[in-house]
T-cell receptor
Framework: AQSVTQLGSHVSVSEGALVLLRCNYS??????LFWYVQYPNQGLQLLLK??????LVKGINGFEAEFKKSETSFHLTKPSAHMSDAAEYFC?????????????FGKGTHLIIQP | GAVVSQHPSWVICKSGTSVKIECRSL??????MFWYRQFPKQSLMLMAT?????????EQGVEKDKFLINHASLTLSTLTVTSAHPEDSSFYIC?????????????FGPGTRLTVL
């Protein structure tokens, strides 16, 4: 079985500061990895995903994440936080070749941006 | 990107009634759709996998007789919460698998908030 751990249920950063949201996975085989953002009372928007190839993945809104197999991690970063980045962020995994499988989500990290 | 819609976006019903939620893929065909449930300030939990033309596959602990899923076409899946009770109040989110995309991506709907009085 695979699982996802997001360290820190709440992360607070100042506007313009670096954003770092942590995600570690547990799986016998490296899975596909995803980051989603959720704004209040809305569905999920895909920020980025890693399936294969380059381990540094660039997504929308200036976010990027790096897959590190040795650390079983897929941390999300953004060089400079913006007020509009305040939202809930979910890391998710899906097993390789499991296209017909649903995603397993972490508990989420609430990102707070201080002016 | 591909668009998935849900209807209604919110619904309030009395205890004991049934509520149907629709999930539609608007610009692609989805042989597989997924239903998730999200409690306030918590993560999404997969409830079931909906396959067009066949029975849904439910996750452990999800009552199939309570949460009826029908995937009648390649663009529509419905979730019916039967005999709803207050503990069924939650945010229900669907996703649709675009298997035709190069990267086999799942797209999420905007969610439906169910409140059972």
């Amino acid at each position: 079985a695979q699982s996802v751990t997001q360290l820190g249920s709440h992360v607070s950063v100042s506007e313009g500061a670096l954003v770092l949201l942590r995600c570690n996975y547990s799986s016998s085989v490296p899975p596909y990895l995803f980051w989603y953002v959720q704004y209040p009372n809305q569905g999920l928007q895909l920020l980025l995903k890693y399936t294969t190839g380059a381990t540094l993945v660039k997504g929308i809104n200036g976010f990027e994440a790096e897959f590190k197999k040795s650390e079983t991690s897929f941390h999300l970063t953004k060089p400079s936080a913006h007020m509009s980045d305040a939202a809930e962020y979910f890391c998710a995994v899906r097993k390789r070749g499991g296209g017909a499988d649903g995603l397993t989500f972490g508990k989420g990290t609430h990102l707070i941006i201080q002016p | 990107g591909a668009v998935v819609s849900q209807h209604p976006s919110w619904v309030i019903c009395k205890s004991g009634t049934s509520v149907k939620i629709e999930c539609r893929s608007l610009d692609f065909q989805a042989t597989t759709m997924f239903w998730y449930r999200q409690f306030p300030k918590q993560s999404l939990m997969l409830m079931a996998t909906s396959n067009e033309g066949s029975k849904a596959t439910y996750e452990q602990g999800v009552e199939k007789d309570k949460f009826l899923i029908n995937h009648a076409s390649l663009t529509l899946s419905t979730l019916t919460v039967t005999s709803a009770h207050p503990e069924d109040s939650s945010f229900y989110i669907c996703s649709a698998r675009d298997s035709g995309a190069l990267t086999d991506t799942q797209y999420f709907g905007p969610g439906t908030r169910l409140t059972v009085l």
